[in-house]
Nanobody
Protein backbone atom coordinates (compact mmCIF):
# COMPACT_ATOMS: atom_id res chain seq x y z
CA UNK A 1 0.00 0.00 0.00
CA UNK A 2 1.39 3.37 -1.03
CA UNK A 3 1.67 6.02 1.65
CA UNK A 4 2.72 9.63 1.21
CA UNK A 5 3.43 11.72 4.30
CA UNK A 6 3.91 15.48 3.99
CA UNK A 7 5.58 17.75 6.50
CA UNK A 8 6.98 21.25 6.75
CA UNK A 9 3.89 23.40 6.51
CA UNK A 10 3.19 26.27 8.86
CA UNK A 11 2.57 29.98 9.27
CA UNK A 12 4.97 32.42 7.63
CA UNK A 13 4.96 36.11 6.80
CA UNK A 14 4.79 37.32 3.23
CA UNK A 15 8.23 37.23 1.67
CA UNK A 16 9.32 34.32 3.81
CA UNK A 17 10.25 30.75 2.93
CA UNK A 18 9.17 27.23 3.75
CA UNK A 19 10.35 23.81 2.63
CA UNK A 20 7.83 21.01 2.33
CA UNK A 21 8.88 17.37 2.42
CA UNK A 22 7.03 14.25 1.37
CA UNK A 23 8.23 10.74 2.13
CA UNK A 24 6.78 7.87 0.16
CA UNK A 25 6.53 4.15 0.85
CA UNK A 26 4.84 1.14 -0.67
CA UNK A 27 6.34 0.99 -4.16
CA UNK A 28 9.66 1.79 -5.82
CA UNK A 29 9.87 5.55 -5.44
CA UNK A 30 12.40 6.09 -8.23
CA UNK A 31 10.01 4.63 -10.83
CA UNK A 32 7.44 7.40 -10.54
CA UNK A 33 7.10 11.10 -11.19
CA UNK A 34 5.96 13.19 -8.26
CA UNK A 35 3.92 16.34 -7.99
CA UNK A 36 2.77 19.00 -5.58
CA UNK A 37 -0.76 20.35 -5.75
CA UNK A 38 -2.59 22.81 -3.51
CA UNK A 39 -6.12 23.62 -2.55
CA UNK A 40 -7.27 26.91 -1.09
CA UNK A 41 -10.61 27.23 0.75
CA UNK A 42 -13.51 27.24 -1.68
CA UNK A 43 -11.30 26.48 -4.65
CA UNK A 44 -10.41 23.38 -6.65
CA UNK A 45 -7.13 21.62 -6.19
CA UNK A 46 -4.53 23.05 -8.56
CA UNK A 47 -1.19 22.00 -9.97
CA UNK A 48 1.94 23.54 -8.43
CA UNK A 49 4.99 21.55 -9.61
CA UNK A 50 6.02 18.16 -10.93
CA UNK A 51 9.31 16.31 -11.28
CA UNK A 52 10.38 13.30 -13.34
CA UNK A 53 11.46 10.00 -11.85
CA UNK A 54 15.11 10.90 -12.34
CA UNK A 55 14.74 14.42 -11.03
CA UNK A 56 16.18 15.90 -14.22
CA UNK A 57 12.95 17.41 -15.52
CA UNK A 58 10.55 19.68 -13.64
CA UNK A 59 7.59 21.86 -14.56
CA UNK A 60 5.87 24.61 -12.62
CA UNK A 61 2.62 26.51 -12.60
CA UNK A 62 3.07 30.05 -13.87
CA UNK A 63 1.97 31.40 -10.50
CA UNK A 64 4.98 29.86 -8.70
CA UNK A 65 7.64 29.85 -11.42
CA UNK A 66 10.85 31.47 -10.19
CA UNK A 67 9.77 31.25 -6.54
CA UNK A 68 9.26 27.51 -5.91
CA UNK A 69 11.67 24.65 -6.59
CA UNK A 70 10.76 20.96 -6.63
CA UNK A 71 13.47 18.36 -6.04
CA UNK A 72 13.76 14.74 -4.98
CA UNK A 73 16.14 12.38 -3.25
CA UNK A 74 15.48 8.87 -4.50
CA UNK A 75 17.78 7.37 -1.86
CA UNK A 76 15.50 8.82 0.81
CA UNK A 77 12.19 8.25 -1.03
CA UNK A 78 11.50 11.95 -0.52
CA UNK A 79 10.35 14.85 -2.66
CA UNK A 80 10.71 18.47 -1.59
CA UNK A 81 9.12 21.78 -2.41
CA UNK A 82 11.23 24.82 -1.57
CA UNK A 83 8.98 27.86 -1.44
CA UNK A 84 10.54 31.32 -1.43
CA UNK A 85 9.07 34.82 -1.64
CA UNK A 86 5.77 33.52 -0.34
CA UNK A 87 2.61 35.53 -0.94
CA UNK A 88 -0.73 35.49 0.88
CA UNK A 89 -2.27 33.90 -2.23
CA UNK A 90 -0.02 30.88 -1.69
CA UNK A 91 -2.08 30.02 1.39
CA UNK A 92 -3.54 26.54 0.88
CA UNK A 93 -3.31 22.91 1.87
CA UNK A 94 -0.42 21.42 -0.10
CA UNK A 95 -0.64 17.83 -1.27
CA UNK A 96 2.14 15.53 -2.39
CA UNK A 97 1.00 13.22 -5.17
CA UNK A 98 2.57 10.27 -6.97
CA UNK A 99 1.99 9.75 -10.66
CA UNK A 100 1.42 6.43 -12.36
CA UNK A 101 4.36 6.98 -14.71
CA UNK A 102 7.92 8.30 -14.57
CA UNK A 103 7.10 11.25 -16.81
CA UNK A 104 6.10 14.49 -15.07
CA UNK A 105 2.71 16.01 -15.74
CA UNK A 106 0.24 18.60 -14.48
CA UNK A 107 -3.03 16.72 -14.89
CA UNK A 108 -4.38 15.76 -11.49
CA UNK A 109 -6.25 12.81 -12.95
CA UNK A 110 -2.95 11.15 -13.88
CA UNK A 111 -1.86 10.83 -10.26
CA UNK A 112 -2.54 7.59 -8.40
CA UNK A 113 -1.86 8.48 -4.79
CA UNK A 114 -1.73 11.53 -2.54
CA UNK A 115 -0.95 12.37 1.04
CA UNK A 116 -3.08 13.91 3.75
CA UNK A 117 -1.85 17.43 3.00
CA UNK A 118 0.00 20.06 5.00
CA UNK A 119 -1.31 23.56 5.69
CA UNK A 120 0.66 26.57 4.51
CA UNK A 121 -0.54 29.97 5.70
CA UNK A 122 1.10 33.17 4.51
CA UNK A 123 0.20 36.32 6.43
CA UNK A 124 0.35 39.78 4.88
Amino acid sequence: QVQLVESGGGLVQAGGSLRLSCTASGRTFSNYAMGWFRQAPGKEREFVATISRSGLTAYYADSVKGRFTISRDNAKNTVYLQMNSLKPEDTAVYYCQQRGTGVPGSSISSYDYWGQGTQVTVSS
